[in-house]
């Protein structure tokens, strides 16, 4: 693997940041168990297989881990919860930089077709009925990813709208305490319900949600081009575009790393 490849897809601020995060694995004294790998060379090879969408008996050689390696890598990160605190540890610095902007957030979802897997996914309405998943984000004002979802195509959007406001991560702040609550949330009339506006004051937040047959969407598409950039953000990950993964698990963790990534580009352009 190229030194410009490698430092492109995980550059040192990136890996500072995740080093930290990784587990730890230990020899037994009996022998046997996990073999040590170079952890940077795996977690580069976890990126390239993301962002290039290739299947990981197609990744090359020379990252320096073999494609067994390299997946059994990710199953084993995965199931310590890496990518979850990684996508939370990128916001963190921007808040305590001050670039989380709280004045709203934005909620939105977006169908893939899936390949493979049975858990989380259903019979897509809008897609002839072929099985597909659904990816549910809420993002910042600016579009930042702040929550992320994973459902059945079949699930109504309105179901994951309090599961994303409950999620909001705790986020650093330039002054005072940790932040987690936005002024404003916004998203369309497929997230209208009777009861779900009084759920969204009580904790503090105005909920600004198109209501079907009253209000025109007109308004709320000043802000909704931001929440569907953040998609397309997350989407440039060619891994999501299309479910080849037939654990809904490793679903979550590739879309967990693309929005961590999708963050990190924000912050890299600020130490630059």
């Known amino acids: 693997m190229s030194a410009d490849l490698s430092q492109r897809l995980v550059p040192d601020g990136l890996w500072e940041l995740a080093a930290p ?3 730890k694995f230990t020899s037994r004294p009996q022998g ?21 969408g290739c299947a990981w008996r197609h990744l090359p050689e020379t990252f320096g881990v073999s494609p067994a390696t390299a997946h059994r890598r990710f199953t084993l990160w995965t199931e310590a919860g890496l990518w ?30 899936a390949k493979k897997g049975a858990r989380l996914t259903g019979r897509n309405p809008v897609d002839r009925g072929k099985k597909g998943s659904k990816l549910h984000v809420l993002s910042d004002a600016p579009g930042l990813p702040l929550t992320l979802g994973v459902s059945g195509a079949n699930v109504h959007d309105s179901q994951a709208l309090l599961p994303l406001v409950a999620g909001i991560p705790a986020v650093r702040s330039r002054r005072g305490p940790c932040r987690r609550r936005p002024g404003r949330l916004r998203a369309d009339k497929a997230y209208h319900s009777a009861e779900k506006p009084a759920w969204i004051r009580e904790r ?19 802000h909704r081009w931001k929440i569907e950039r953040s ?23 590739f879309l967990g790393l693309a929005a961590a990534l999708t963050c990190y580009r924000k912050l890299a352009q600020l130490t630059t």
């Not at 921007?94 to 977006?110: M, Q």
């Not at 990950?237 to 490793?250: A, D, N, Q």
């Open 204 to 222: 503090g937040i105005v909920p600004r949600i198109a209501r079907p047959g009253v209000e025109s969407g007109e308004r709320l598409g000043r």
């Open 32 to 52: 046997g168990g996990t073999a040590p790998v170079d952890e940077r060379a795996a977690f580069t090879a976890v990126v390239y297989v993301l962002t290039s």
């Open 84 to 113: 979850r605190r990684l996508h939370r540890a990128v916001p963190d610095e921007l808040g305590a930089r001050g670039e989380v902007d709280w004045a709203a957030a934005i909620v939105d979802a977006a169908s893939v077709r």
């Open 231 to 253: 998609i397309s953000w997350l989407f440039g990950y060619r891994r999501l575009t299309v479910r080849y993964e037939r654990k809904g698990s490793h679903l979550w963790a």
């Open 21 to 23: 995060l990784l587990p």
